[in-house]
């Protein structure tokens, strides 16, 4: 029986790999729908890859492109945030939710009320919203399936294992493009420098959250929910060749490990095959070659962004969603040239701060007032790094802007 996947956030660094997968194996799945923000070309030529059967972009601006790029097809086309929501709504056997930040976050609760099984890639799902979430998911009843490697390795090193043996779990995280440099050198980090990550080809966000070592503070509250257990049980390890994902620590002291290539479609696989497995056809992990996997400590001086999701993380989630939120808004202005790199933890722990002054660090009731507690602490944000914004002459100049759009 061939498995109905719709894929919301198909363009990406995420979405594009799980095409890789699909492609792989026609007879197995066939795909509903494909999503994006605003690129209508890159969405044409996914629904065309994937044969989807319908496409639907965000942006209404880019409508018209989408329909012209697939004139001729049977892919049906719509635009605008209700066409995602109801797309996302829509039923099917599982849904790849693979939309970057807390925009990802009601699409992906629209597919869990639909009863559809989720592959987990938006971790804001829950850093923005954790209990909240994971109380729909429990209402529903919907299979829920981590895609970030780390979990994805939890995952499978807790299958028959009782959580009540399970002493520790540790993620492992590559360190960062910056691992070794000082403090002083990191205030003068550019986009490009922070973008290039050693070991994973990821998008811009998640680039710059590994850089700052943030990315292992999500992952910390996303093992949270994910495994339902406290802060004190979790724990981080710098291991920079990525080819150990995770550790679960037994209560009798043994160690389980998983290694892999650090390869994104590992994990979207095991998702979409899920509970099977399916025969791999990439190179297998050549074992005698590893003949240098280290494992340190994270500098949580260096990289205090870290230290900030922990102490976010026993204040609960209040405080885990607006952490998320200053977050995401600094990375969009430190990836737009705005700010410094080391703003970016300072612009988060202010936003906390003035955040708990105005007391809004209580426990949103549901995935709605966590999304309203996350625009709340935006604005907050936004007022946090007017000070900080970069003159306009170390601004990019408008060539530099032709020559990058995004910048
Ligand atoms: P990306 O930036 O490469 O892609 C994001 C996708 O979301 C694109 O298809 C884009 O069109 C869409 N999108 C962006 N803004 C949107 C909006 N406002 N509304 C609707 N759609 C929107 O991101 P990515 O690296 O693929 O990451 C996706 C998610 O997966 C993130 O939450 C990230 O943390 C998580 N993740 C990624 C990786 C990785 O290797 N890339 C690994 C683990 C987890
Ligand atoms: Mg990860």
């Not at 989408?66 to 635009?79: E, F, H, S």
């Not at 970030?148 to 390795?153: C, F, I, K, V, Y």
């Not at 990836?335 to 701060?353: C, G, H």
């Amino acid at each position: 029986m061939t498995k109905r996947i719709s894929i919301l956030g198909a363009t990406g660094s995420i979405g594009q790999s799980a095409v890789s997968v699909l492609e792989a194996d026609r007879e197995r799945f066939s795909v509903h729908a494909v999503t994006a923000d605003s690129n209508a070309l890159k969405l044409a030529e996914t629904a065309i890859r994937v044969n989807a059967a319908v496409a639907v972009i965000r942006d209404p601006v880019a409508l018209p492109l989408l329909k012209q790029a697939l004139a001729g097809t049977p892919v049906k086309v719509a635009a605008g945030d209700e066409a995602l929501a109801d797309i996302a709504g829509e039923q099917v056997d599982l849904t790849l939710s693979a939309i970057v930040g807390a925009a990802g976050v009601a699409p992906t609760a629209a597919a869990v009320r639909a009863g559809n099984s989720i592959a987990l890639a938006n971790k804001e799902c829950l850093t923005c919203a954790g209990s909240s979430f994971m109380k729909l998911v429990a209402r529903y009843g919907v299979n829920l399936l981590p895609v970030d490697s780390e979990h994805n390795a939890v995952f499978q090193l807790l299958q028959g294992h009782d959580m009540a043996d399970v002493a520790r779990i540790t993620l492992t995280a590559s360190g960062g493009p910056f691992l070794g440099w000082s403090k002083a050198r990191l205030s003068d980090v550019t986009r490009a420098q922070a973008l290039a990550h050693p070991v994973w080809s990821m998008g811009d966000k998640i680039s710059i959250d590994s850089a700052t070592l943030m990315n292992k503070g999500l992952e910390l509250i996303e093992a949270r929910y994910l495994f339902g257990l406290e802060p004190r049980h979790l724990d981080v390890v710098i291991h920079p060749q990525s080819v150990v994902h995770a550790f679960v620590t037994l209560r009798d002291g043994a160690v389980h490990a998983e290694l892999g290539a650090a390869d994104m479609r590992r994990p979207i696989a095991h998702c979409f095959y899920w509970p099977e497995r399916r025969t791999e056809p990439f190179e297998a992990l050549p074992l005698a070659s590893l003949t240098d996997l280290t494992f340190q400590k994270p500098d949580l001086d260096r990289f205090p962004a870290l230290q900030l999701a922990k102490d976010a993380m026993e204040k609960g989630q209040g405080a885990e969603t607006v952490l998320n939120a200053a977050n995401e808004l600094a990375v969009a202005y430190f990836l737009e040239n705005r700010i410094a790199f080391t703003d970016i933890p300072a612009i988060v722990r202010q936003t906390l701060a003035e955040s708990e002054r105005y007391g809004l660090l209580h426990e949103p009731g549901s995935v709605e007032a966590a999304l309203e507690l996350d625009r709340e602490a935006r604005v907050i944000a936004a007022r946090m790094l007017l000070p900080r914004q970069k003159s306009a002459s170390q601004k990019p100049t408008a060539q530099e802007r032709r020559s990058n759009p995004t910048v």
